[in-house]
């Protein structure tokens, strides 16, 4: 019956394309509405809840001093994980991280870490012995489509908000994480040669592929994604971009606002 009902849907989709149309009534490259509360989680040193449109991801940050990477040395840690909460959509279980959220956990993290968004020299305490490590745990709370836009938007807003906890440890006063740049994810999918951009999760389940693009407040790109079975041409990667970048400039002033 579900397969039936999933076909009956994707049916509806389709036609709705056929007339330039969705089903929310958005334009293809429309984006629903982004709220984001920081500070949500008392015992985090950083935190927030982002809503797009029905999707809510909380995301929290934990700091502890700890030995650094051999290889950079003199060099804070970044460590991101990602938890679907298997009552935010039918599709989530219970145990170990799936392929979702392991990709999910990787994009955020890229994210972060190519951008260069936190300073992580800043948090070298002793060379090749201690520097701070960053926890980032990702939580979807309610996955109404495009999750990974909204996690990558609370993982930036969280460490905006994170105090360095040096007090705790006897390293000396509390202060705000270091923050060079506000990294922002656009994502869109394609099907029957249209792309649309902050698919629903209606969208995301028709598509024939999906492309995630990760930029700086430069416009510079730091990240790609691509998910699904299907092919993009060259021209309609181009589109993406462009709009992918008008986009996040868009959210990122709207976030600076808020």
Not at 91 to 108: H, M
Not at 247 to 253: G, H, V
């Amino acid at each position: 019956m579900s397969s039936v009902i999933s076909e009956i849907r994707k049916d509806f989709i389709y036609n709705l394309l056929l007339k330039g149309e969705r089903v929310d009534g958005r334009t293809f490259d429309q984006y629903r509405e982004i709220s984001i509360e920081r500070d949500v989680i008392r015992k985090a040193e950083g935190s927030a809840l982002v809503k797009l449109g029905s999707s809510q991801v909380l995301v929290g940050i934990k700091m502890q001093p700890g030995e650094p990477f051999q290889d950079t040395p003199n060099r804070g840690v970044i460590i991101t994980n990602a938890e679907l909460v298997p009552l935010a959509s039918p599709n989530f279980e219970p145990g170990p991280p799936n392929e979702v959220g392991i990709e999910l956990a990787r994009v955020v993290d890229r994210g972060v870490r190519e951008s260069k968004a936190v300073d992580l020299e800043a948090l070298c305490i002793v060379p090749g012995k201690q520097v701070w490590i960053i926890f980032i745990d990702v939580h979807i709370l309610d996955d109404c489509g495009n999750i990974l836009d909204a996690a990558s938007l609370g993982a930036i807003a969280a460490l905006l908000s994170t105090k360095v906890p040096a007090s705790r440890f006897g390293l000396g006063e509390d202060y705000m994480l270091p923050i060079n740049d506000i990294p922002v994810a656009t994502t869109a999918i394609e099907f029957s040669d249209v792309l649309m951009f902050d698919p629903g999760v209606d969208e995301e389940s028709i598509a024939n592929t999906k492309l995630t693009v990760i930029t700086t407040a430069k416009g510079e790109i730091c990240g790609m994604q691509k998910s699904g079975k299907g092919l993009l041409k060259p021209e309609q990667i181009y589109r993406i971009v462009d709009i992918a970048c008008e986009k996040a400039r868009e959210i990122r002033e709207k976030f600076l606002e808020a």
